[in-house]
């Protein structure tokens, strides 16, 4: 399932990155490893912010459908 169809409050394990090269490279330096624990923290027309390792970081839903959960 994708990160984007997560809902507020949830908190799930990252089980894959799909994407060319570079758009998973970009990813992981954000912190989105596989394995990896990340909660919505709250989600607006697509948009997402999201709590991992620590940080909030904001990702548009289709960044957001290359993440699966």
Known sequence: MPLSMAG???T???RKIIGKDQVRRHLENLG???GEPVTVISQMN???ILSIKN???ALDKSMANRIMI
């Open 8 to 10: 507020a409050g949830e």
């Open 55 to 57: 940080s909030r970081i």
């Open 12 to 14: 799930n394990y990252i």
């Open 32 to 34: 989105f490893v596989i």
């Open 46 to 48: 697509g948009n997402m």
